[in-house]
């Protein structure tokens, strides 16, 4: 069975102290691994796709990693903006085509 | 960028009534739309899978019955909560692939807020 893990749950940043999230994930076979910001109340706004490991993805503050277990997310530099939740998912590469979420991470940057 | 919209984002009904939840894929085709559901603080639940032109397919533990989805275009999927009650309270959250530029890539809906009273 698919699982997801992200860690820490929660995380409390200084504007500017620069982090990364963790994204453990255990799949047969991954056909997309998935991050996500979530705000409360709104669905989910999709940041990055990565496919295999050893990619990179950037957008603004934002750094994806994979690897064949697990993906990071840094952040650097951040600002009271990049407060949310952020979600990993799993895509496998069968003919499943759901996500597989992780619990999140709920970040606030704190001015 | 792609964008898939849901309607409406807040609705109360009445217990025993039922309530539709419109999803559409505004400027791409989806065949598949996925519909998740989502407790305070807690990550998305997959319920459904919704193909167009076919019956969905349903997650363990969600009642079909109960929850009727129709995919009757490439742009639209509906969830229709039958004979709500109070514990259907949620929020509830669709999903389209659109394959572009960017590969593939899963956008969400706003989601709808579902309060049954």
């Known amino acids: 069975e698919d699982q997801v893990t992200q860690s820490p749950e929660a995380l409390r940043l200084q504007e500017g102290e620069s982090s990364s999230l963790n994204c453990s994930y255990t799949v047969s076979g991954l056909r997309g691994l998935f991050w996500y910001r979530q705000d409360p109340g709104k669905g989910p706004e999709f940041l990055f796709t990565?496919?295999?490991a050893g990619e990179e993805k950037e957008k603004e503050r934002l750094k994806a990693t994979l690897t064949k277990k697990e993906s990071f997310l840094h952040i650097t530099a951040p600002k009271p903006e990049d407060s949310a939740t952020y979600l990993c998912?799993?895509?496998?590469?069968?003919?499943?085509?759901?996500?597989?979420f992780g619990s999140g991470t709920r970040l606030q940057v704190q001015p | 960028g792609a964008v898939v919209s849901q309607h409406p984002s807040r609705v109360i009904c009445k217990s025993g009534t039922s309530v539709k939840i419109e999803c559409r894929s505004l400027d791409f085709q989806a065949t598949t739309m996925f519909w998740y559901r989502q407790f305070p603080k807690k990550s998305l639940m997959l319920m459904a899978t919704s193909n167009e032109g076919s019956k969905a397919t349903y997650e363990q533990g969600v009642e079909k019955d109960k929850f009727l989805i129709n995919h009757a275009s490439l742009t639209l999927s509906t969830l229709t909560v039958t004979s709500a009650h109070p514990e259907d309270s949620s929020f509830y959250i669709c999903s389209a692939t659109h394959l572009g530029q960017l590969g593939n890539t899963i956008y969400f809906g706003e989601g709808s807020w579902l309060t049954v009273v």
């Open positions: 990565l496919y295999s």
């Open positions: 998912a799993v895509q496998e590469d069968t003919g499943r085509r759901a996500l597989t």
